[in-house]
């Protein structure tokens, strides 16, 4: 068997790895993972031709093993115990060679955002290194933290979970020194096992900096994170009112992006973003928290700020046919879609007499939802609510799709799946409108927009 020590020095010299041979180059090292459906080991071979350095198993070939741990048929494949451990303990072994600061993100809304919003401030001063995408799980963590190179100054660490003992598995090889949980919400209930499970999932994370002498950035205006975060020697708080951190939505004198005023703790003006949604509000203040506690210049973080614009689905402001699309397609739950739909409701379309008297077009507003996952058996109730809260409002159209929206009791068109939305909304003929279109990952409301000739091209701020 070859040793985390023997493989950390060949990790040295061939520091690029792959669990994917579609994605492989040349000199990288393939970890044969396994899954369900699928078995990395069979890969290894391929992998090797097509240009790996080595291919790291835990299964034996039918050539054997020699007594140095690399089969005797290839030097290259080298066979450890289990694949998946081997990289995880790869990472703990790479992790402790820094003395630097690990900012772990966790929570039930909003961490890509703020993943993307911290790495981008911190990165107008230092040399930093982020989760890429979503890699977020027990195969992302290791992976990000092993594309860590020696001269970073900064590595901010998206932690995704959707049970407890995760995010602590996470923080035994990833060790965090700060940690930031977004919020608490109602999300992966099924896993967690209810909304108490939540808190005590993400919470794993303040267990860990309570433990190890770390700091917390808090959200004051949470009463469960300020709870939650008692015990923990060091911590920083950002919010609306009576943190160390304060700010407030700023009025939009054009458009439909947040506007942030810093209140206190910093002198950045008001920070002009090209997010969508007020509830992107303590993203942005924790970015600017963290970038102003560790020496970032205001004028450095208002620009950083401004210049991240949101991708992959996440509240993308699109244009297409004079239609604006607002695309919040990567994942769902119940908080995050009260949020966006709140947010959409009173989103100020133009100044036209009307609604409530508000001079907010509801005339002009289109809802298409797709249906939350993992929520266990709270879930019709859950889509329910979300029907009941739809229904406060008078939107021109309202599309439901898939999962429990089909249970749940409305009037409302509604679709078995986002292909029949897309032939829907495609020969619906829709012109001049407003669409938020928001969905888990697993309703792929992306597709909603897929029939269509052309796409769209994301607005700039």
Same mark, same amino acid.
């Given at each position: 068997m070859v040793t985390i020590e023997e493989l950390y020095e060949i990790?040295?010299?061939?520091?690029?790895?792959?669990? !994917?041979?579609? @994605? @492989?180059?040349?000199?990288?090292?393939?970890?044969?993972?396994?899954g369900p459906n699928f078995n990395g080991n069979t890969f290894a071979p391929k992998a090797l031709e097509l240009g790996a350095a080595y291919a790291v198993i835990d299964e034996k070939p039918a050539t054997g093993v020699d007594t140095n741990g690399s089969t005797a048929g290839d030097p290259r494949l080298l066979l450890v115990g289990d694949v998946l451990t081997t990289l995880q303990d790869l990472a703990l072994h790479h992790r402790k060679r820094f003395d630097i600061p690990?900012?772990?993100?966790?929570?039930?809304?909003?961490?890509?955002?703020?993943?993307?919003?911290?790495h981008a401030a911190l990165s107008a001063e230092y040399i930093t290194y982020t989760t890429r995408g979503n890699l977020n799980n027990h195969i992302g963590v290791p992976l990000t933290l092993l594309s860590v190179r020696r001269d970073a100054e900064f590595a901010v660490i998206e932690m995704g979970a959707n049970h407890q003992k995760e995010i602590a598995?996470?923080?035994?090889?990833?060790?965090?020194? /700060?940690?930031?949980?977004?919020?608490i919400g109602r999300a992966h209930l099924e896993g967690f096992g209810g909304p108490e499970g939540v808190k005590k999932g993400k919470g794993e994370l303040y267990d860990h900096l309570r433990d190890h002498n770390g700091t917390a950035f808090v959200l004051r205006d949470s009463d469960d994170l300020r709870q939650m975060s008692r015990g923990i020697p060091h911590v920083i708080t950002y919010g609306t009112q009576d943190a160390d951190y304060t700010g407030r939505v700023a009025p939009a004198t054009a458009g439909t992006f947040l506007n942030v005023e810093i209140t206190h703790g910093a002198t950045t003006g008001?920070? /002009?973003?090209?997010?969508?949604? !007020?509830?992107?509000?303590?993203?942005? @203040?924790?970015?600017?928290?963290?970038?102003? /506690?560790?020496?970032?210049?205001?004028?450095?973080?208002?620009?950083?700020?401004?210049?991240?614009?949101?991708?992959?689905?996440?509240?993308?402001?699109?244009e297409k046919d004079g239609n604006h699309i607002i695309l919040d397609a990567y994942n769902a739950n119940p908080s995050s879609m009260r949020a966006a739909i709140e947010n959409f409701a009173k989103l100020p379309v133009d100044s036209t007499?009307?609604?409530?008297?508000?001079?907010?077009?509801?005339?002009?507003k289109i809802l298409i939802l797709g249906a939350m996952a993992e929520l266990g058996p709270e879930s019709v109730h859950e889509h329910q609510g979300i029907v009941d809260l739809i229904g406060r409002y008078p939107w021109r159209e309202?599309? @439901?799709?898939?999962?429990?929206?089909?249970?749940?009791? /409305?009037?409302?068109?509604?679709?078995?799946?986002s292909k029949e939305a897309a032939q829907w909304f495609h020969h619906a003929g829709i012109k001049d409108a407003w669409l938020l279109i928001k969905g888990s990952r697993s309703s792929r409301m992306e597709e909603v927009l897929a029939t269509l000739q052309d796409q769209p091209k994301t607005t700039q701020a």
């Open positions: 990790y040295l010299q061939h520091p690029q790895i792959q669990t !994917d041979t579609r @994605l @492989l180059k040349p000199g990288d090292i393939f970890f044969a993972l396994k690990f900012i772990a993100i966790t929570g039930s809304n909003g961490k890509t955002t703020t993943k993307e919003l911290v598995g996470y923080c035994r090889y990833a060790l965090p020194t /700060h940690g930031i949980i977004t919020n008001v920070i /002009h973003t090209a997010l969508v949604g !007020d509830y992107n509000l303590p993203n942005v @203040l924790v970015a600017v928290a963290v970038a102003k /506690h560790f020496g970032v210049p205001d004028v450095r973080i208002r620009k950083a700020i401004e210049q991240y614009t949101p991708s992959n689905s996440r509240s993308q402001l699109l007499p009307g609604s409530n008297g508000s001079g907010i077009g509801f005339d002009k309202v599309v @439901l799709v898939g999962g429990d929206f089909l249970k749940a009791k /409305h009037n409302y068109k509604s679709f078995a799946n």
